[in-house]
């Protein structure tokens, strides 16, 4: 009897271990999630004349078996590519380079790529740095990631856009707990727009401006020349000095040659030439009625004319390479991770600017980071000047440049199963958008007319300066893009620029069916037995040990 117990308590035991060894076999569950950034660091736009785009990349990193199978880390990048509708040999573009991995490191170092030689430099120059693209599947799950730089790169010789360096980073990852992509750009400076190519890109050359005109945009824009070191002592000396050759030239009355003036002399002419003595080379006695010949008044007329030519060439020269948007410090950046809950996800943006000038004003910047940061009252502010120093030229262009600036969107959340994570962030735009009358505005200008006996404000600058104006150099690099594009104008349809635009989003599944990467949802790995024939044959092993168990407690007959 205690031998036969024993016997089939082993019995039992050994069928139950195999029982339990057959129905028990489980596996933990991991999450699968998908990971993507693209970026375009630099977009340039002229109307359709011309479209440049400088390091437009995208990469993307998964485990979800529903996106793709296996596993899989892409990093793509077209560095550079200049594409026209009216000019078929600008149509250039450097190869788009792609590293994609579904298992070991796959790295890509990408040359330095140059604007070519066949585009005119009036168009665009500068250099590309793709730098290295790498994608990766490893137990930790799917990771890819680049970077790249920009150096000197300009559209229309500077005068639209000027970049002289700039720092491009991206990663995604997908893995079993999270998916995570972030994305970094900076950039120490950047000219967006310079005023003299702007208004010839229009159609309008800043020295066909009124004088007038051209005294208010100094004040607006606190301009300052050599020799006049405040930006009053400019305005004055632009208002002073026609007013002096106006008034000398109503004392010469009939006068010719040795003949003394006979002429009334204005009291209000001394205190003019006075208020110009700091002024070299301006004389600033006034004549004299009966003494001062009319040779000498004119004498006298020509160095005031000289010295206004000279300050108006410096003053122009300065108002053509003003920029209506340099910005300093630019840098954004963002990260759209995606986990098992809402809780643990994050979508999340940074991004500072150090300041903004508009022409030779500065606007103070502003750091996201930063508790109480208003980009609204950046943008407004920065528009506001934007605004001011174009409808001083006239009315119907004060709307003519629209600024966004560190504009941001981010949210979190969960549908289908999934966390979602999406952020995106772009560091400047501005758009150029000419009125409907812009004909109109451009015609008026050109028949501005000179009235050499008056000196009037209202006389145009070109007028004024005559043979003695010197080029300016974004009039002349504006000039070249126009001609280089086939055009009188390259601006007349608009443009649009584009800095730091980047986006993120990563989804993330935490579902008890998902099962390790690679894998097919809701079925655990195989190991070469049907588990099905296992859990069949742990029942029958469980029926049999009842059976024993019945056979132990039955009576034993002794005969």
Not at 118 to 123: G, I, N, Q, W
Not at 266 to 290: H, K, N
Not at 366 to 373: K, P, Q, S, T, Y
Not at 428 to 439: D, G, I, K, R, S
Request: charged residues 5%; glycine residues 12%; proline residues 6%.
């Amino acid at each position: 009897m205690g031998i036969k117990r024993i016997a089939a308590a082993a019995t039992v035991l050994a069928l139950g271990g195999a029982a339990v060894s057959a129905g028990g076999a489980t596996a933990a569950t991991n999450g699968v999630g998908t990971s993507m950034v693209s970026t375009k660091v630099l977009g340039v736009g002229v109307g359709s004349l011309l479209s440049i785009k400088a390091l437009t990349d995208a990469s993307k990193s998964t485990t979800d078996p529903t996106v793709a199978a296996p596993s899989v880390a892409s990093s793509t990048l077209s560095p550079l590519s200049i594409a026209s509708a009216s000019v078929s040999a600008l149509n250039v573009a450097a190869p788009s380079v792609t590293v994609k991995s579904t298992g070991a490191t796959q790295s890509i170092a990408v040359p330095t790529v140059g604007v070519p030689g066949a585009v005119p430099a009036a168009v665009a120059t500068g250099s590309v740095s793709p730098g290295t693209l790498n994608a990766t599947v490893d137990s930790a799950g799917a990771h890819s990631g680049l970077s790249s730089s920009v150096t000197n790169l300009t559209v229309a010789g500077g005068g639209i856009l000027s970049l002289p360096s700039l720092t491009s980073s991206l990663g995604t990852s997908a893995g079993s707990a999270n998916a995570n992509g972030t994305r970094g750009v900076a950039m120490p400076s950047l000219t967006v727009l310079d005023l003299g190519a702007l208004l010839k890109g229009l159609g309008i050359d800043p020295a066909s401006l009124s004088l007038a005109t051209v005294t208010n945009l100094v004040g607006q824009l606190g301009i300052t020349v050599p020799g006049l070191p405040t930006t009053a002592a400019l305005t004055g000396a632009l208002t002073s000095l026609p007013a002096a050759i106006s008034g000398l030239q109503a004392t010469i009355g009939s006068a010719v040659g040795s003949t003394p003036i006979a002429g009334v002399v204005d009291p209000a002419l001394g205190g003019i030439l006075g208020g110009l003595g700091g002024i070299g080379g301006v004389p600033t006695t006034p004549p004299t009625a009966g003494v001062t010949t009319a040779d000498q008044v004119l004498a006298q007329i020509n160095a005031l004319v000289a010295q206004l030519q000279s300050l108006l060439n410096s003053a122009l020269a300065v108002l053509d390479a003003s920029p209506l948007l340099a910005v300093t410090g630019l840098e954004v950046g963002l990260t759209a991770k995606a986990g098992d809950s809402l809780a643990n996800s994050a979508a999340s943006v940074t991004g500072k600017v150090g300041s903004v000038k508009v022409g030779s004003l500065t606007v103070p910047g502003v750091d996201l980071a930063a508790a109480g940061a208003n980009v609204a009252a950046l943008v407004n502010s920065v528009t506001a000047k934007v605004s001011g120093i174009l409808g001083t030229i006239n009315p119907a262009l004060a709307n003519l440049v629209s600024v966004k600036v560190l504009e941001q969107s981010k949210s979190v959340s969960s549908s289908g199963g999934y966390t979602h994570a999406v952020a995106s962030i772009t560091g400047l735009a501005a758009t150029v958008t000419p009125p409907a009358n812009l004909a109109g505005i451009v015609s008026a200008l050109k028949r501005a007319t000179f009235r050499r006996a008056t000196y009037a404000v209202t006389d145009p600058v070109s007028s004024i300066l005559g043979t003695a104006a010197a080029p300016l150099a974004q009039v002349t690099n504006a000039a070249g893009l126009a001609s280089a594009l086939g055009v009188a104008s390259a601006l007349t349809s608009g443009a649009a620029i584009s800095v730091a635009e980047v986006s993120a989003s990563s989804d993330f599944a935490p579902t008890a069916g998902v099962t390790t990467p690679g894998t097919t949802p809701g079925e655990l790995p195989r190991t070469g037995t049907d588990t099905s024939l296992l859990a069949v044959f742990g029942v029958l092993l469980i029926a049999t040990a009842a059976g024993i168990i019945r056979w132990l407690r039955t009576p034993t007959r002794i005969d």
